[in-house]
């Protein structure tokens, strides 16, 4: 974890405490939600790429679904607004490129932090959701050439904007959210979520 992923964090919960002091313990709100998350791991491209270095054509499977969780708390500040911090992880996003000479494997998952304001009237069950989020993606990749494999792992971190809406059913509520530029690099996530609010 980077020193500049600490400062986000620290400055996300840090803002939490210093937008309001509910009037009881009983504003507080804790929550859960879980769903799938779909990212574009950008396996065409990089079926080319290989295909490419090595002169023969690559083929590719890619599964750019993973699971989605969220455990976050929230603090009412007006009427129709409310304040969430949240932490945010998923699965692993894959792909595999095969040859007649080659095999690769890549596996991505991610995982941080969202801050966020919600927008919800008293009286409708739709409630919008903005903020920023900081999150961390691990990536491993494997490739096999001749029956020698060959692997490497990284990670990169950063932050991005979060834009979101849902709807409630009784204690439960169905949701999507985009999160722009995960781990502070050019790609996005979709998630859709089922949740829960107590």
């Known amino acids: 974890m980077t020193e500049v992923y600490r400062r986000i964090r620290a400055s996300l919960f840090a803002c939490l405490l210093c937008f309001s002091v509910p009037t009881s313990a009983a504003d507080i709100y804790f929550g859960a939600e879980g769903g799938l998350g779909f990212a574009d791991l950008g396996a065409e491209k990089t079926a080319q790429t290989l295909a490419n270095l090595i002169g023969s054509t690559v083929t590719y499977e890619e599964d750019?679904?993973?699971i989605f969780g969220r455990f976050f708390i929230g603090i009412p500040i007006a009427e129709e607004y409310s304040i969430e911090a949240g932490y945010l992880?998923?699965?692993?996003?894959?792909?595999?490129?095969t040859s007649s000479s080659v095999t690769a494997d890549e596996d991505v998952s991610a995982s941080g932090f969202d801050f966020s304001i919600v927008y919800q009237k008293p009286t409708s069950p739709w409630f919008f959701k903005a903020g920023l989020h900081s999150t961390e993606v691990d990536a491993a990749a494997s490739l096999t050439i001749s029956g020698t494999t060959y692997r490497a792992a990284g990670d990169y971190s950063g932050t991005g904007s979060l834009f979101g809406l849902g709807y409630e059913f009784d204690d439960y509520y169905a949701g999507v959210s985009l999160y722009s530029d995960l781990g502070g690099a050019d790609g996005d996530m979709l998630t859709t979520v089922v949740g829960t609010r107590f």
């Open 89 to 97: 992880f998923t699965g692993d996003l894959e792909a595999k490129y």
């Open 64 to 66: 750019g679904a993973a």
